[in-house]
């Protein structure tokens, strides 16, 4: 499989905050938000894989600033680093007033997704391809954050709770 550069994969969601969206504030509901952040991510997983893909983990996320009914909601996604079956993908949030046009960072997210077959085994993905300092500082980030993450998730297999 040939090497992918992230610009192969990078894809960007907007959307307006309508009233189905928000909570008793009249501000966009959380789990909406994730709700969109999974799916534009995932849609990065799947042109980087071209395999089929699914959500394994999604690092803590918190939320800085609320967004409006009527903000425009823009996502943009982009992978930072791979493992053989694995792919870390990083979605940043900013809401914009759509009147004034003001700009806030809202969140970002780094979510690990697996390439699996059709009965749901993991399966090779193409290498991430470095060409720049900044894709390496990222590539090493993303390997640190690998390392915590496997070492959570064996943790969370080692002590599962009663059932
Ligand atoms: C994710 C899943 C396919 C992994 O299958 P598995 O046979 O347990 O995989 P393995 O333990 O061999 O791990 C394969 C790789 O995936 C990583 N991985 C496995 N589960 C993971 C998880 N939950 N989060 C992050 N990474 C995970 C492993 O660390 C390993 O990475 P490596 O290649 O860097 O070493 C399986 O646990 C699964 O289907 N989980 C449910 C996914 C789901 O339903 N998501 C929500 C809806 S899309």
């Known amino acids: ?18 009233p189905p969206d928000t909570n008793v ?3 966009l509901y959380g789990g909406r938000l994730m709700e969109w952040i999974d799916n534009i991510a995932s849609i990065v997983a799947f042109k ?29 996604s982009r992978i930072n680093y791979v493992t053989k079956e694995t792919m870390e993908v990083e979605s940043d ?12 960072f809202t969140t970002r997210a780094f979510l690990t997704y697996v390439a699996v077959d059709n009965s749901g085994k993991p399966v090779p993905i193409p290498e991430l391809r470095i060409d720049t300092e900044e894709d390496r500082i990222r590539w090493e980030e993303g390997a640190k954050r690998s390392e915590y993450r496997k ?12 059932i």
Not at 1 to 18: C, H, N, Y
Not at 64 to 75: C, E, F, R
């Open 1 to 18: 499989m040939e090497a992918k550069s992230w610009k192969d994969s990078s894809a960007i969601m907007q959307r307006v905050v309508l």
């Open 25 to 27: 504030f009249n501000n």
């Open 48 to 76: 980087h894989s071209r395999r089929n893909v699914v959500t394994g983990s999604i690092d803590s996320l918190y939320f800085l600033t609320p967004i409006s009914i009527g903000d425009i909601v823009t996502i943009e």
């Open 93 to 104: 949030v900013v809401s914009e007033d759509h009147i004034t046009g003001d700009k806030k």
């Open 151 to 162: 070492s959570q998730l064996r943790e969370i297999r080692k002590h599962p709770p009663k």
